[in-house]
């Protein structure tokens, strides 16, 4: 079993910047990558980044070159570093514990941009 908990979420004016942190705990030694992914009101959940235990990242194009993901290992941690925010960047944002099974995921935290 692993526990992921999500923090950061919250109100922004567009062009600013938000750092979500997911916590791990449990059995975090059968994480193979960790990944965060958003749902806007109406929209599938999207993929936005992803980010292996060997420390490779991938970023959805919507994102690339204004979102950061990263980890510290030693706080079991995984990280969302998001800049130059836009108004479609709304949405809840939920991180991914992808394992040997089912994936496991946080409860989600919002993020909405707007003036």
């Known amino acids: 079993q692993v526990q992921l908990v999500e923090s950061g979420g919250g109100l922004v004016q567009p062009g600013g910047s938000l750092r979500l942190s997911c916590a791990a705990s449990g059995s975090i030694f059968s994480i193979e990558t960790m990944r965060w992914y958003r749902q806007a009101p109406g929209k599938q959940r999207e993929l936005v980044a992803s980010?292996?235990?060997?420390?490779?990242?991938n970023y959805a194009d919507a994102v690339k070159d204004r979102f950061t993901i990263s980890r510290d290992n030693a706080k079991n941690t995984v990280y969302l570093q998001m800049n130059s925010l836009k108004p479609e960047d709304t949405a809840v944002y939920y991180c991914n514990a992808a394992v040997p099974g089912p994936d496991y995921w946080g409860q989600g935290t919002q993020v909405t941009v707007s003036s």
């Open positions: 980010i292996s235990n060997s420390g490779t990242t």
